[in-house]
Nanobody
């Protein structure tokens, strides 16, 4: 069984910064992708940023966070991070870590439990 555990959410003023962390544990053979999604009240869950593994791997960002958020990986520790700078009230949401990975012989997709980010003065 694979688990994703997030940390780092909280309350921050507009213009502030937060760093989210996610650690994947369990019987993981390899990762296809890891990333962050968010869901604001009354809205659909949306991609914030992800990293695609392997040759020709890529990093993708939602237009709304480009230039402000940075995703990074620590492959040795199965971690993914999201550095969020210049936060805006519209960034308020529950942020979820996601991993597309190979566990044993199967390709599987996992979600973390979510961490609340609130941007407010």
């Amino acid at each position: 069984q694979v688990q994703l555990v997030e940390s780092g959410g909280g309350l921050v003023q507009p213009g502030g910064s937060l760093r989210l962390s996610c650690t994947a544990s369990g019987s993981i053979f390899s990762f296809y992708a890891m990333g962050w999604y968010r869901q604001a009240p009354g809205k659909q869950r949306e991609l914030v940023a992800n990293t695609i593994s392997g040759k020709g791997g890529s990093t993708n960002y939602a237009d709304s966070v480009k230039g402000r958020f940075t995703i990074s990986r620590d492959n040795a520790m199965n971690n993914v991070y999201l550095q969020m700078n210049s936060l805006k009230p519209e960034d308020t949401a529950v942020y979820f870590c996601n991993a597309d990975l190979r566990a044993g012989v199967r390709r599987e997709n996992y979600w973390g439990q979510g961490t609340q980010v609130t941007v407010s003065s």
